[in-house]
């Protein structure tokens, strides 16, 4: 297991439609966290797992957005409804238990542009 | 949340040391320190992170200043590799009412390394 692992790297997509990324986290991580970065910005925290329980969620997280972990596992983050302020970078990481207060690992990211 | 201060650049020659600095001023006593750095077109990623004493790892070193309230990443000898946007977080112990999931980026200080 190299690290954590995102796809698809790139999505160019027309306003309006719906778009799903997935991220696949370091295997024995139980903890999943889903960040959004835009152009010049520090990335920003859209929710976070632990296992398949998703125990937190950003107020930038909008009702056209939802996360799910269904096994604990992989993830997969889903926009509805793109419009064009969705452009972004979506970044996933992972880390062991101890979270935040430890190393979080990212992955490369998935580059989303909405026309 | 804690705010933290960096410069938006910072210049280094190559295989010189790096002293990059941050202010916390609002920092408590139950928040961590992070550093994290994001080469271009790639995902954060985690350089160390400390308490109160100074850190060192493979990657650099930590210095804390006794009151908390500032620290300074150290590259000993930057190499080309080092350009990057350098990131200086305070994440909250989850059980002193700290978020589980949520590193506060802010823009962080982006290094040049010239040749």
């Known amino acids: 297991d190299t690290g954590v692992s995102q796809d698809p790297r790139h999505k160019i997509t027309k306003r309006g439609q719906n778009v799903t990324f997935r991220c696949d986290p370091i295997?024995?991580?139980?903890?999943l966290y889903w960040y959004r970065q835009t152009l010049g910005q520090g990335p920003e925290f859209l929710t976070y797992?632990?296992?398949?329980?998703?125990?937190?969620k950003s107020r930038l997280l909008s009702d056209r957005f939802s996360a799910e972990r269904p096994k604990g596992s992989f993830s997969t983050l889903e926009i509805q409804r793109t419009e064009q302020g969705d452009s972004a970078m979506y970044l996933c990481?992972?880390?062991?238990?101890?979270?935040?207060?430890?190393?979080?690992?990212f992955g490369e990211g998935s580059r989303l542009t909405v026309l | 949340d804690a705010k933290t201060t960096q410069p938006n650049s910072m210049e280094s020659n190559e295989e010189e040391p790096v002293h990059l600095p941050c202010n916390h001023s609002?920092?408590?006593?139950?928040?961590?320190i992070h550093w994290y750095r994001q080469l271009p077109s790639q995902g954060p990623e985690y350089v160390i992170h400390?308490?109160?004493s100074n850190v060192n790892n493979r990657m650099a070193s930590l210095a804390i200043a006794e009151d908390r309230k500032s620290s300074t990443l150290i590259l000993h000898r930057a190499t080309l590799r080092d350009a990057a946007v350098y990131y200086c977080?305070?994440?909250?112990?989850?059980?002193?009412?700290?978020?589980?999931?949520?590193?506060?980026f802010g823009k962080g200080t982006k290094l040049s390394v010239k040749p």
């Open positions: 797992f632990q296992n398949e329980a998703q125990l937190e």
């Open positions: 295997s024995e991580h139980n903890r």
């Open positions: 609002t920092i408590s006593g139950t928040d961590y």
């Open positions: 977080i305070l994440s909250r112990q989850p059980h002193y009412g700290g978020s589980q999931g949520n590193l506060i």
């Open positions: 400390g308490l109160t």
């Open positions: 990481a992972s880390s062991l238990p101890q979270g935040v207060t430890g190393e979080l690992f």
